[in-house]
């Protein structure tokens, strides 16, 4: 009876065995079926028409939020990403080879550039990549001289971006407009120019003044975040409050209050500098001459220092105000008369 039941437990493994070997095969002979369709599939590239097909509709909605030619944004696109095809653009979502810069937070990939494991941002889908483009160039004090261009001065928008440095081949210029003419992409400009005006947000109007500081990114809501003074800030928009900025930038309330040395009790106005990170010990200015109107806190967003070292610099009482053309000291202490 033992050795019955012994031989019938030896049949049931010898069955099983038997089962798992040629289900092993069959999966076997199933990928090795499919693996020629997967390589086909890798191999296939995106033409350039199958590339402004796909992102037109991005391209145009970037122009009407930043004034940047529908045509030259999908014309950079088809060169920065090789059509879409580039490892940066796939694996990436980056189409136009935005480097991480200082500051960066986001996921990144290392790839050879100009030097071995260059930084470079990825992106959660291309339209952010697209957004940080816009941002890029509309924030860059030596681009700003594009925007005074018709939107529908391709040409002059191509040559502008080689004077301005973006690109080091000396044929950029010309390899834009050729993109553009046989694409014909210069089409998508041709959108009317109060609709432009009238879908523009307010913070989305990049103005002299922003220009000046330098772009860091993109964050939630499509907010744009710059830096001053090595510390990341937005510019308020209408309707902004403490509870609506900690919400998009995932800190607490009582942080943006305090980075910005208010106190909850205060408001915060559209246009308004305000700081996501606790501001700097000192300016990189060594000294201000205040203007009329300024007070020692407008003063202190101004250069990202913080209110309370300002005083201390200064040897100043808090809460007294400096008078109109008096030196204030921002990154050493004023000496004693």
Request: proline residues 3%.
């Amino acid at each position: 009876m033992a050795n019955s039941n012994r031989n019938m437990r030896i049949q049931r493994k010898e069955l099983f065995r038997n089962k798992m070997h040629a289900l092993g095969q069959v999966m076997l002979l199933l990928m090795m079926a499919l693996l020629p369709l997967a390589l086909t599939a890798q191999n296939v590239k995106m033409t350039r028409a199958e590339y402004v097909e796909m992102y037109k509709e991005i391209a145009v909605r970037e122009m009407i939020d930043f004034s940047i030619p529908a045509s030259i944004t999908l014309a950079q696109g088809i060169i920065e990403s090789g059509s879409g095809n580039s490892r940066l653009a796939r694996e990436g979502n980056n189409h136009f080879g935005i480097k991480c810069h200082v500051g960066w937070e986001g996921k990144s990939m290392l790839l050879d550039d100009d030097a071995a494991n260059e930084c470079f941002r990825v992106y959660a889908n291309a339209e952010e990549s697209y957004k940080d483009h816009s941002f890029f160039l509309s924030q860059r004090s030596r681009y700003a001289f594009l925007f005074e261009l018709p939107i529908t001065d391709y040409k002059g928008w191509a040559h502008g971006l080689k004077k301005a440095g973006y690109a080091t081949n000396p044929k950029y210029a010309g390899m834009l407009i050729k993109i553009i003419e046989e694409l014909e992409l210069y089409k998508y400009d041709l959108l009317d120019k109060d609709a432009l005006a009238r879908q523009k947000r307010p913070d989305e109007i990049p103005s002299a003044d922003q220009r000046k500081y330098e772009a860091f990114g993109v964050g939630k809501n499509n907010r744009k975040v710059l830096t001053n003074n090595e510390r990341k800030f937005i510019f308020a928009r209408k309707g902004d409050d403490f509870y609506k900025i900690a919400a998009d930038f995932n800190i607490y309330n009582y942080q943006v209050w305090k980075y910005n040395d208010l106190t909850k009790n205060d408001k915060i106005k559209e246009g308004d500098m305000v700081y996501l990170q606790r501001k700097k010990s000192k300016a990189t200015t060594p000294y201000h001459y205040v203007k009329q109107g300024e007070t020692m806190r407008t003063i202190s967003q101004l250069y990202g220092i913080r209110l309370n070292k300002l005083y201390r610099k200064n040897r100043m009482e808090p809460g007294t105000e400096p008078r109109t053309g008096q030196m204030l000291w921002l990154q050493d202490k004023k000496p004693r008369k």
